[in-house]
């Protein structure tokens, strides 16, 4: 197969750690053809999506000692040049959050790609449709208490009523700009002003859930089915979970609530074109469902022995044999 994979600038990313690199690596190892182009570098001619893309080789990080290590260079890039995407056999789209107006933009110049012709994963008009934040409000029976408002008083009303919560843009990633409410705070009534921007931007408000000491499980979908997990525990002095935030990783298991709430999931996310997905996951509670660009593949590769790059290709080949 071809596979053309849009990420953010390659030297930008970390190869022991990026799973748009882990898929890369998968499918270059079981023999397939790979591509990376850029958001920036998308275009429509003639009613085709178009890319200016590179040829990639990359030397495979190696798992020494429970640390993965990588070759200086890992990657060298040949053979640039422009093309209609649909000559590929599946394009994935695997640029970082936040969804901006551009990253907008680059998802309608995808919906210029034949579906007959071309797999792309996550569909574009998926991942219009389902903000991070947002998409999961529709699983009433798998969230914890919820309101998305720009409201002060009614933010004041619900973190009165929960005791705790926890406020976050609905456009960040990587936990940025989630902030602890309670309210005793003297300082509520500016947290919500700055991040509302005086009332003019919502934002979610979700009951705080104590387990979240206990860790924050990132769960990994393939067409719905869960096929890895690991827990993320925050780091001293931080209540946020996030690797970005310097949180840490630990081996983990699916336990049954966490599949009733995949089973929750499952058909929504393949009606939406939603293949590659990960489901964060609080004290039985689902928290967020990240569809841009998923990661935590290395690291529950790291921890479980598992090849999830592999299982994802895989899948993609038998998809394209349909």
């Known amino acids: 197969m071809k596979l053309v994979f849009i990420i953010d600038p390659i030297h930008q990313l970390d190869p022991c750690h990026d799973t748009s690199i882990a898929l890369l690596e998968a499918a270059q190892i079981l023999g397939h053809e790979i591509w990376v182009t850029q958001a920036n570098l998308l275009s429509v001619a003639e009613g085709k999506a178009w890319a200016v893309v590179e040829r990639v080789e990359l030397v495979p990080v190696q798992l020494v000692e429970g640390r993965y290590l990588a070759a200086n260079p890992w990657y060298k890039l040949r053979d640039r040049t422009a093309l209609c995407l649909e000559t590929m056999d599946a394009v ?11 990253y907008l933009f680059a998802t309608y110049i995808l919906d210029y790609i034949d579906k007959n012709k071309t797999l792309v994963i996550n569909s574009p008009s998926g991942i219009r ?8 409000l529709q699983f009433t029976k798998a969230i914890p208490e919820t309101i998305v408002t720009a ?5 004041r009303q619900f973190v009165e009523a929960q005791g705790a919560a926890v406020l976050k843009p609905l456009g960040n990633k990587a936990g940025e700009g989630i902030l602890f409410l309670e309210p005793g705070d003297r300082n509520i009534n500016s947290i919500i002003e700055l991040s509302t921007l005086q009332g003019k931007v919502p934002v979610m408000l979700q009951t705080f859930l104590p387990q979240a000491k206990e860790g924050d499980k990132r769960i990994i979908l393939l067409n719905g089915e869960p096929i890895g997990a690991i827990n993320r525990l925050s780091a001293q002095g931080e209540f946020r979970n996030n690797m970005a935030a310097g949180g840490t990783v630990a081996q983990t298991e699916i336990i049954p609530r966490e599949l009733e709430i995949c089973a929750q999931l499952a058909e929504t996310l393949r009606q939406d074109g939603l293949i590659f997905v990960g489901i964060d996951v609080i004290g039985g509670f689902l928290t967020e469902v ?10 529950i590769d790291r921890l479980n022995g598992t090849d999830i790059g592999h299982q994802v290709i895989r899948w993609v080949e038998q998809a394209k044999q349909l």
């Open 151 to 155: 409201d002060k008083q009614l933010i």
């Open 129 to 136: 449709t389902a903000n991070e934040k947002m998409y999961a």
């Open 92 to 102: 994935f789209m695997r640029t970082d959050p936040p969804v901006t107006v551009p």
């Open 290 to 299: 990240n569809v841009t660009s998923p990661t935590g593949v290395r690291e």
